[in-house]
């Protein structure tokens, strides 16, 4: 497993919740245990086969919620943010009910793998993966392709997914269910406006109260067409219910990274 798995973790001492954008920092919710995407449609059996449910554990205190994506048969794909002074996570696969996983993996903190240049500050490159046990797919748990930059490279205007454990609302509410929201992907202005935003990140809108929320990080961004996985979930403002377009980490901009971290264990 070489050495490039004992890494960094040290520099994101300062937040773990969703909600802190670097323009609207707020009272920071460290740690909601479940809940939904706000205003979302019930998951469906083998709907989001590639979706994990990651519970992160500083010495042994349940601190946070994130999502995750299985990109191969032994990576997970998540957000840098979680990250935080974690010991280990709990991985739950092929879950859409609490308790209900199909199976679920211990991971120690030495098969995490951040984000080089992740930046706690903008979430730059808020990406990370963790290395997992092999594992079989099958209807319930698979993997999901990458959107690359020679089909993906604009994506204002695409539909997709955005499933998540995260809050129902902006208290914690507890929700045993995964729920999604269909979205539509937005151009960079949109996010500009509320966000400080950069072209390694992807803006999606909001309306109706349909939003990411915080438990929901980490979680992906599915395009509709062809089931790439376009976006990591990142941010959003300090209230999920009220159409503040969402900051995704756009895929295609650390695509090389995945593949070369991939690269060494496969
Ligand atoms: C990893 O977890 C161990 C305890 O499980 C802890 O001693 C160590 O400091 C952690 N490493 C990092 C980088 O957080
Ligand atoms: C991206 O696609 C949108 C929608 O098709 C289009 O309006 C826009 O001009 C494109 N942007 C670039 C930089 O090509
Ligand atoms: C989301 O969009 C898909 C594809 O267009 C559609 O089949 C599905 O019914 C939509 N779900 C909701 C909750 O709008
Ligand atoms: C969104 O939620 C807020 C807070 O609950 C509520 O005041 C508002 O009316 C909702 N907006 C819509 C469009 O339903
Ligand atoms: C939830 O979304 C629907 C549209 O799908 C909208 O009609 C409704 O007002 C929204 N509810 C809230 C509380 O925002």
């Known amino acids: 497993m070489k050495g490039i798995m004992v890494l960094l973790l040290a520099i994101f001492a300062s937040t773990l919740a969703f909600k802190?954008?670097?323009?609207?920092?707020?009272?920071v919710v460290l740690y909601n245990e479940h809940g939904r995407i706000t205003n979302g449609t019930l998951a469906v059996k083998g709907q989001f086969p590639y979706l994990v449910r990651i519970r992160l554990y500083s010495f042994a205190n349940k601190i946070n919620q994130c999502s995750g994506s299985i990109i191969s048969s032994i990576w997970v794909l998540t957000a840098a943010?979680?990250?935080?002074?974690i010991n280990y996570c709990d991985i739950y696969f092929g879950e859409i009910s609490e308790k209900t996983a199909r199976f679920q993996h211990r991971v120690y903190n030495k098969s995490f793998v951040l984000h080089p240049e992740y930046d706690g500050g903008s979430k730059h490159n808020d990406a990370a993966m963790i290395i997992i046990p092999r594992i079989s797919f099958s209807k319930y748990v698979n993997k999901i392709e990458l959107a690359n930059e020679a089909k993906h490279a604009n994506l204002t205007g695409w539909?997709?997914?955005?499933?998540?454990?995260g809050a129902r609302n902006d208290t914690p509410i507890v929700s045993k269910h995964l729920y999604y929201i269909n979205v539509t992907i937005a151009d960079d202005e949109l996010c500009e406006a509320f966000h400080y935003f950069q072209p390694s990140q992807l803006c999606v809108s909001t309306a109706h109260n349909q939003s990411t929320c915080r438990g929901d990080s980490g979680g992906?961004?599915?395009?509709?067409?062809?089931?790439?996985?376009?976006?990591?979930?990142?941010?959003?403002?300090p209230s999920c219910l009220n159409n503040v377009p969402q900051v995704f980490t756009r895929v295609t901009k650390i695509f090389t990274w995945i593949r070369d971290v991939m690269d060494i264990v496969s």
Do not use: E, V
């Open 159 to 165: 539909r997709a997914y955005a499933p998540g454990w």
């Open 81 to 85: 943010h979680c990250f935080g002074n």
């Open 20 to 27: 802190d954008s670097p323009k609207m920092s707020n009272a």
């Open 220 to 237: 992906p961004l599915t395009l509709h067409k062809g089931n790439f996985l376009a976006g990591i979930s990142s941010y959003g403002g």
